[in-house]
């Protein structure tokens, strides 16, 4: 039976998805700034994490492509809604 890893060994990308997915949560509830810090922060994790990653091609595979997905669909969520936003200020809606 093969080893499972030690459970802090996934933390640092259970950690950028749970920031990320809060962030389209608090988006829905219409929290923009909550929404704001929360993506801020997956994506300097999401950062970090990258960089010790670096090229090995292996390891950006399965937890981390995923996390880097959430990260991704929250920032187009947030750009969509304050779009969205501005179309309708802009309209006078």
């Known amino acids: 039976m093969a080893a499972r890893p030690p459970p ?3 933390a640092p990308f259970a950690d950028i998805q749970k920031l990320s997915k809060q962030a389209i949560y608090a988006l829905h509830r219409g929290d ?5 810090a929360k993506l801020v922060r ?7 994490l990258a960089a ?11 937890s ?4 880097l ?18 179309m309708r200020r802009a309209s006078g809606g």
Do not use: P, Q, Y
């Open 42 to 48: 997956a994506e300097e994790l999401a950062c970090k």
């Open 69 to 86: 997905e959430e990260v991704r669909a929250g920032g187009l969520m947030r750009r969509v809604r304050g779009t969205l936003t501005h």
């Open 8 to 10: 802090r060994t996934l």
């Open 32 to 36: 923009g700034e909550d929404a704001a």
């Open 52 to 62: 010790f990653i670096g090229d090995d091609s292996s390891l950006r595979h399965g």
């Open 64 to 67: 981390f492509s995923a996390a």
